[in-house]
């Protein structure tokens, strides 16, 4: 059984005091919840500290993400955070290769594979963000461009490792634009996803989770969700708001 996951991105949005809120809001709506979902939220750096503090006072279900790690292990390199540093702060899981990171930072597939080795070295699991732009899905090579971010990160390591990593399929022009992909483009997509991952690790791909991200809401999650190779969602807007993140982990089991 792949596990399912609803994770919440809340990308560089919140005052510390909001995150604090947000998150005791999301973990009181969960509290008679048992459905057999993993809810992660990822806060920006600064509010990891005392959203990890809660968490823990509150004896949550609920676990925590990064957005970001360094590519570096430890050093001068001045306004990083570290993948150890991030895992001391009690983070299980780290978000790699957002498409506003390749896009607005420049990170290249040679990065993001340093990353992820770090990550995976450290016994944390990656968050791989895979996806392609409007103009590449214009032009049909939507299939293509997303087989190549898998070869050119994930062919590298090995099966047991693969085994770790979460995949998120965001559809660049379904981020924040409130153009979802539809039910039927998700499970396409994420099916031939999973046979890419198959293709070099046979034993590994059923279990690896495969989540979806783009303007994903509670009016359209669930529709989202039927695919047989949607395994939850990666959310960004949404998640910022504690009733329609919990509405959104609801709608997947
Ligand atoms: P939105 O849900 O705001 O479209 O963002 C999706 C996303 O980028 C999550 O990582």
């Avoid at 959203?51 to 004896?59: E, R, V």
């Avoid at 607005?104 to 944390?124: A, C, H, I, P, T």
């Avoid at 062919?155 to 559809?171: I, M, Q, R, T, W």
């Avoid at 939850?232 to 509405?247: T, Y």
Wanted: charge should be negative.
């Amino acid at each position: 059984m792949r596990t399912k996951i609803v994770a919440g991105n809340w990308k560089m949005n919140t005052s510390v005091a909001e995150g604090e809120l947000l998150v005791r809001q999301i973990d009181f709506l969960l509290k008679d919840n048992t459905a057999p979902v993993e809810v992660i939220v990822a806060p920006p750096f600064t509010h990891l500290v005392s959203i990890a503090s809660i968490l823990k006072d509150n004896d949550s279900k609920v676990v925590l993400a990064a957005q970001n790690c360094a590519y570096k292990e430890s050093g001068a390199y001045t306004g990083e955070v570290s993948v150890k540093m991030l895992k001391d702060l009690g983070c299980k899981y780290i978000i790699i290769g957002h498409s506003e990171r390749r896009e607005y930072f420049k990170e290249s597939n040679e990065d993001l594979k340093q990353k992820m080795e770090l990550v995976l070295n450290n016994g944390m699991h990656p968050i791989f963000c895979i996806g392609e732009n409007l103009q590449e899905r214009e032009e049909n090579r939507h299939f293509e461009v997303v087989a190549e971010q898998i070869k050119d990160v994930l062919y590298s390591f090995k099966g047991a490792d693969v085994a770790n990593v979460v995949l998120a399929y965001e559809p660049v022009w379904a981020i924040g634009t409130g153009k979802t992909a539809s039910a039927a483009q998700a499970e396409e997509m994420h099916a031939y996803i999973r046979r890419v991952v198959a293709d070099k690790f046979k034993g590994y791909a059923d279990e690896i989770p495969i989540l979806y991200g783009g303007s994903c809401k509670p009016s359209n999650a669930q529709e989202i969700f039927e695919g047989d190779n949607v395994d939850g969602g990666l959310i960004g807007g949404a998640s910022l708001v504690a009733q329609d993140f919990v509405a959104i982990i609801k709608a997947l089991v």
